[in-house]
């Protein structure tokens, strides 16, 4: 558990400077305060479930990456190609094998959508 905590800080401070911010503007961006956010780069507290799913839909992670992957790590090892449509960019990460990869993505969301499934019925909320 504490591997994943330390990859949850790492993967916060991460996706937070690659899209250039600084941590008041968090407030902005998702509605937590500089001091909330440091804590949670820091892994002194954690955010609650919509907490958690904010954050994942902002930076375009899946639940599961954010908080048991490194993802500076498994980004430093893929290989991202660049395309230009109408005057922007995108890059995309580049699959060597495709389908299977395809597959796993979605086999992954599926398993993130019936644990969100249980977690709504066992909710009271």
Known sequence: MEQSLNCFGRNLQFLRKEKKLKQ??????????????????????????????????????????????DIEQKRDNRRYKRYG????????EECPDGFEYLKSRIDRLESEIQLLKDARVESPF
């Open 85 to 92: 449509y109408n005057d922007s960019s995108s890059i995309v």
């Open 24 to 69: 008041h503007q968090m407030h902005e961006n998702l509605g937590f305060s500089r001091t909330t956010w440091s804590n949670y780069e820091q892994c002194r507290t954690s955010p609650s479930l919509d907490g958690l799913i904010k954050i994942s839909k902002f930076f375009g992670v899946s639940l599961d990456e954010l908080i048991a992957e």
